[in-house]
Structure formats: structure tokens, C-alpha cells
């Protein structure tokens, strides 16, 4: 990895797969796509440019970049230990931190890289469509926040990884690692419409932004109520809160 010729072919392939991420955005505002479609589309370009990058790294270069990951993280993580040890912090509740640390960080790295994509198709889509408002697809208006929902049969998408990660939990195996992974993506985007469920509420409880900017920043302080604001997103598939898809 210090090798400068292959860390220059590994930039070179980074833009590659930027530019032919951009180029299928681009493609779908010009033929005026929805913004669904067009982010779509884009996260799809990604999600193949770096399977085939870690593909061809490990043919041409004999390089393995997610092991390498993992042990440059693993290296970091023993690093951690070692400091939060001269703290005097207890080694049983270290060693739970790190268990749930590796689970979550590299057991789901899959998923990870899945919602990453996601991410930066999104950012991708809306600065192009500020850079062609004249196209047919940048004309299209994204729905707020607020009334951001999903299709109903993603909840089988989610009911199907829930139930391969409780499987995997009394037979661990490949079962276990794709319901971890299919879990950890399908639980962000419930999280997110439960955040548009909440952010809906308070809108039409006319509350000031400041208490919004609030209730959001306790989430953080209290991490456990992002399970609870998940599972608002994921009975929104049933109660429809908002009665958005009534209206649809």
C-alpha cells in the first residue's frame, strides 16, 4: 500500500468510478428520470465500479482492500484499548464495547459500503441538479423531508434480514452475516422515514426550528432512541401516520 504506483492506480480508479457514477445521474436528469431513479441509478454505478475495483486490486495487484481494512482497523481498535486501559476503565465492559465495535464495523462493512453509496448518490444528485435546472429531470420536485416514505413491501426486505440474523444467532454462519448486513441497511432507511415521521408531527405542530434542531440533537445523547424512532418508521408501513399514501 506505500507503493506510490499503486496507490496512484487506486486514485485514478476512484475517479473513474466517480465520474461514471456522475455520468448516470447525468444521464438520468437529461432523459428526465425521477429523483428515486436518478439516485438509483447512480448508487447502482458505484456499488458495481467498486465491486469490480476490489476485483481487479486483488487480481492485478494481489491486494485484498477490505482485509487490509479490517487489519488497519483492528490496529486502531487494539490502539483504543490500550489507552481506555491506562484509564482504569473495566475490561469486561471494554471487551463487550469491542464485540459490539467489531460486529457493527466489520462484520456489517458490506452494508456500510451499501448505504455509503447511497449517500453519495444523493449528494451527487442534488449538486447536479443545481448545475442543470433546465433539464427535464432537474425539474421534477424531491418530496420534503417530511413525507419521505417507502414502498410497503420493503418491510419484507426487513422482516427477511431480521429473521436471517435471529437464525444466524442460534447457527451462525453466511445466514448471520447477510441478515447483519441486510439488517443495518434496511434499518437506516426505516430510520430516516421514522425522522420524517417525528419532523412531520412537529411541523404541523407548528414548532419552532431551534426545538427541532433539540429534539434531534437528544437523540444522539440518547442512542437507544433511535431503535424506537426506527421502529416509528417501520409500523408506518402499516399505520401510515402521515396519511401520505392515502392521498397517493
Request: aromatic share 14%; with cysteine; net charge positive.
Amino acid at each position: 500500500m506505500n507503493n506510490p504506483g499503486t496507490v496512484g492506480m487506486m486514485a485514478l480508479a476512484a475517479i473513474v468510478i466517480i465520474l461514471l457514477t456522475n455520468r448516470a445521474i447525468r444521464k438520468g436528469l437529461r432523459q428526465g428520470s425521477s429523483p428515486a431513479h436518478c439516485i438509483l441509478e447512480g448508487a447502482l454505478t458505484l456499488l458495481a465500479g467498486v465491486a469490480v475495483g476490489l476485483v481487479l486490486a486483488g487480481f492485478f495487484l494481489g491486494l485484498n482492500i477490505l482485509s487490509l481494512w479490517k487489519q488497519e482497523f483492528l490496529i486502531s481498535l487494539d490502539a483504543s484499548l490500550a489507552f481506555y486501559r491506562q484509564w482504569g476503565w473495566n475490561e469486561n465492559e471494554l471487551q463487550r464495547a469491542v464485540r459490539l465495535i467489531r460486529v457493527l464495523f466489520i462484520d456489517a462493512i458490506y452494508g456500510w459500503i451499501i448505504i455509503i453509496t447511497f449517500l453519495f448518490s444523493s449528494l451527487s444528485y442534488f449538486i447536479q441538479k443545481r448545475m442543470v435546472p433546465q433539464w427535464p429531470g432537474a425539474k421534477i420536485p424531491v418530496r420534503s423531508f417530511a413525507r419521505w416514505t417507502a414502498p410497503d413491501k420493503f418491510i419484507w426486505i426487513f422482516l427477511g434480514g431480521l429473521g436471517l440474523f435471529l437464525w444466524g444467532a442460534w447457527h451462525p454462519g453466511i445466514a448471520r452475516l447477510v441478515g447483519l448486513n441486510v439488517l443495518l441497511v434496511v434499518s437506516h432507511l426505516y430510520l430516516a422515514i421514522g425522522m420524517a415521521v417525528l419532523m412531520f408531527f412537529l411541523d404541523k405542530k407548528k414548532i419552532p426550528s431551534h426545538f427541532k434542531f433539540l429534539a434531534v440533537l437528544v437523540l444522539f445523547f440518547f442512542p437507544v432512541l433511535f431503535i424506537f424512532i426506527t421502529l416509528l418508521g417501520v409500523c408506518d408501513t402499516w399505520w401510515d401516520w402521515r396519511k401520505i399514501k392515502a392521498e397517493d
